[in-house]
């Protein structure tokens, strides 16, 4: 086959990129992998030991979740209206960015054992991990109740623990984004930021009482402000919230999610009166659906109900804690909003008291002010930064590569500083980033890219099929069929395995090549050698030497490699024993790299039949002389222990193709652990055409290597003659067959 045509990779790339759809774009692999590595880069610092999963889907009409985590998986609904919504790709990744930032968070900072701790002894009617602290008479009366209620009806323990988990999860969604947007200001908490924008631009403002509290509760603990409306703040549901604005408060910048589950019950007994009315709606509506013939559970209902508020996130699930940190408290993104807000608060509570205070705090009013009117009151500064202003940013820029990490150090102190202290900035401002569109660039050049090399290599299938078909067998092979199989888009599960187990084997590789390299770099470039025995030239500089080596000469650059390897491994079922399929992978993955490495052309196939009463031969195409996407490296991970071996065909396929080629010295290597045995190809008749083959190629200019690693050793001596290779240890098989190589490098 010619070289690959780099022109032809090229102009199918730009194809493929302008033909690819919002669609194939945001339920890509290759996307899910780009925010996989994201997580990966940026939890680093957490010693995190999972690598995150993402998975993108587009399902226009699945209105049930937009995103979702179970701790092990973060799965986003790419076309769910509130990402179709906007317009353009850049703001629409910019939403997929800010929901895969929420539900990393949930991954990172949510304490799932604690919350699991907490419903079990909810159960029971118990607090976890301590009771709420019961300030006034109406507490006390709201608890007593509350549990009453509770043991009266399984339904109602199960809307109980329905409603708490909402509570906690609204929360955790307000905790979890005020951590990552302080830890993570670059593209993870620009998306974020439009995700945040978007729902709080598009948050109704408050009606139903006990989803209006909700709604005005996730309002504060994501955003810092509340959406009133055309409502007095004097109204219940809002006064009911400012009643809870210190716990809130609490919950949302302690790293204890006990003391957030503290906060839960609180709010659980404080609200108690709307709860128990909204758990009765709910238990209505879920009589009606099911008499409907439509109702699942008491639940499934209310978090269906719940789940429209505008701004909330499906509630995690998981059985793992947070990431392991020192306690303590953080510093919210929502501070200054929340202080406002509070602020207004406490001059309607000042209002009430004292009709004649027409307050002074001036921050407070305006905040008010502008949330009466519905507008928010960060509209003037994102318009701002909208337009270019907010000043110097530092966040950083997102890139394909990884860059260095600070090595571990053994220290024996920290420094102690003085003077510190803990100061609020109101005048913070979200920082644009503004590197989005070339994010999008990168992520739909790695599509291009990926599309039209699988579509070469589709083709490539094909010609090597054709090929094939054109190679005549011989008659002990008439009637057999042929087929050439190889992966054409590497999946991520093959690079994986192929990361996990190749360093130790890439350097015994590295090994290998160290005599080699330094002398194939130099005749490459060519150059003056000196220090020669013998030559035609004379050097002056060296005449005073008394070991003759007073030679130079002038060599010319070579750059055709003089050497071509073709390495053919036996799949058959046998190879499944003694981890000899293991041994052959190993072995073709280290002499894969050294070849590649030294710029040795090398193929690497394996063969198999396909099985009981099925007259095909399977070859399976491992690595090509000649790559599209590099990842021939990835498909050797796919060697394995099959079927039968009818071994004449394939040997005869690879040697055709390798008798093709333009090097000098051409090696076609075998590895096999017995004879040839397949369903009417067996015995001597099946030694005699291999044989055969052996003579005919030889005559080509093929030189053989037949590896025995199996028991069948003697029967492979008497088959290839002096050709054969014992392997009687097979931990020295990769050295060996590299070995046969290095003997053949002429520098």
């Avoid at 030679?551 to 499944?576: H, Q, R, T, W």
């Amino acid at each position: 086959m010619a070289r690959v045509n780099h022109k032809l990779v090229k102009q199918r790339l730009n194809e493929k990129r302008s033909s690819i759809t919002d669609r194939q774009f945001f339920s890509s692999r290759i996307l899910a992998g780009h925010f996989e590595d994201m997580a990966e880069a940026q939890t680093r610092r957490y010693h995190y030991n999972r690598r995150v999963r993402v998975s993108l889907g587009w399902s226009p009409f699945d209105r049930s979740f937009v995103a979702r985590t179970d701790n092990q998986i973060v799965q986003i609904n790419a076309g769910h209206e509130f990402v179709t919504g906007v317009r353009g790709r850049p703001k629409r990744y910019q939403i997929v960015c800010g929901l895969f930032t929420h539900e990393l968070g949930h991954v990172l900072y949510t304490d799932f054992l604690a919350i699991q701790t907490y419903m079990n002894f909810l159960a029971v009617q118990r607090w976890y991990p301590s009771p709420p602290p019961l300030k006034t008479s109406a507490d006390i009366r709201n608890e007593t109740t509350l549990w009453e209620y509770s043991k009266a009806d399984k339904l109602n323990m199960e809307a109980l623990q329905a409603v708490a988990h909402k509570i906690d999860n609204i929360l955790e969604d307000g905790y979890v984004e005020n951590r990552m947007l302080n830890n993570f200001p670059g593209s993870l908490g620009y998306g974020l930021e439009t995700v945040r924008a978007r729902q709080f631009e598009t948050m109704p403002t408050v009606t139903h009482i006990f989803e209006s509290i909700m709604q005005v509760m996730l309002s504060y603990a994501k955003f810092g402000e509340i959406k009133y409306g055309d409502e007095p703040l004097s109204d219940i549901r809002i006064q009911t919230v400012f009643g809870l604005l210190d716990d809130i408060d609490r919950a949302l910048t302690t790293r204890s999610a006990k003391e957030r589950l503290c906060v839960v019950s609180l709010i659980l007994v404080r609200c108690w009166e709307y709860i128990r009315e909204y758990c009765e709606i709910c238990k209505e509506r879920l009589e009606e659906a099911r008499e409907a013939g439509e109702g699942n559970s008491l639940t499934e209902t209310i978090a269906k109900a719940l789940g429209k508020l505008s701004g909330s996130s499906s509630i995690g699930s998981g059985s793992t804690s947070a990431v392991l940190e020192s306690a303590g408290t953080d510093s919210s993104s929502t501070e200054g909003k929340r202080a406002a807000t509070k602020s207004a608060a406490d001059k309607e509570k000042d209002a009430e008291s004292e009709e004649t205070n027409t307050g002074s705090g001036g921050t407070g009013g305006d905040s008010a002010g502008e949330n009466e009117s519905g507008e928010s009151a960060s509209g003037t500064s994102e318009a701002e930064n909208a337009d270019g202003g907010g000043g110097e940013t530092r966040k950083q820029e997102t890139t394909s590569a990884e860059g260095g990490r600070i090595p571990l150090v053994q220290t024996d102190s920290v420094s102690e500083p003085v003077g510190g202290m803990v100061e609020r900035n109101d005048a913070y401002e979200r920082e644009k980033y503004d590197r989005a569109a070339s994010d999008i660039e990168r992520v739909l050049d790695k599509m291009a890219e990926k599309a039209a090399c699988t579509q070469l290599e589709n083709e490539r299938i094909r010609e090597l099929n054709e090929a094939a078909q054109n190679i005549s067998y011989g008659n002990i092979h008439s009637g057999v069929k042929v087929r050439i199989n190889r992966i054409a888009d590497v999946d991520e599960e093959l690079v994986e395995e192929y990361q996990t187990i190749s360093p130790p084997l890439l350097s015994i590789s590295k090994q290998l090549q160290k005599s080699l390299l330094q002398k194939l770099k130099e005749e490459r470039r060519g150059g003056k050698q000196t220090g020669l025995l013998m030559g035609r030239r004379l050097d002056t500089h060296a005449l005073h030497r008394n070991d003759g080596k007073v030679f130079y000469k002038n060599a010319l650059p070579n750059e055709i490699p003089e050497l071509a390897v073709g390495l053919l491994l036996d799949e058959s079922g046998s190879m499944s024993r003694s981890d000899r399929s293991s041994y052959a992978r190993a072995a073709a993955i280290i002499l894969y790299d050294f070849c590649q490495a030294l710029k040795i052309p090398v193929m690497v196939y394996g063969h198999s039949t396909g099985g009981y009463d099925d007259s095909c031969v399977e070859l399976y195409s491992y690595a090509e002389f000649d790559s599209f996407d590099q990842d021939d490296k990835y498909r050797l991970m796919d060697i394995a222990a099959r079927n039968n071996n009818r071994d004449g065909a394939p040997l005869r396929y690879v040697a055709e193709r390798l008798s093709k080629r333009s090097e000098t010295v051409k090696i076609l290597i075998l590895v096999s652990d017995g004879q040839p045995a397949d369903y009417g190809y067996s015995g001597t008749a099946a030694e005699e055409d291999l044989r055969g083959i052996k003579r005919e190629y030889q005559r080509k200019g093929i030189l053989f290597v037949a590896a025995a690693i199996g028991n069948d050793k003697k029967n492979i001596e008497r088959i290839y003659g002096d050709s054969f290779l014992d392997i009687t240890d097979l931990k020295q098989l990769p050295v060996k067959l590299t070995s046969v190589v290095k003997r053949h490098i002429k520098v």
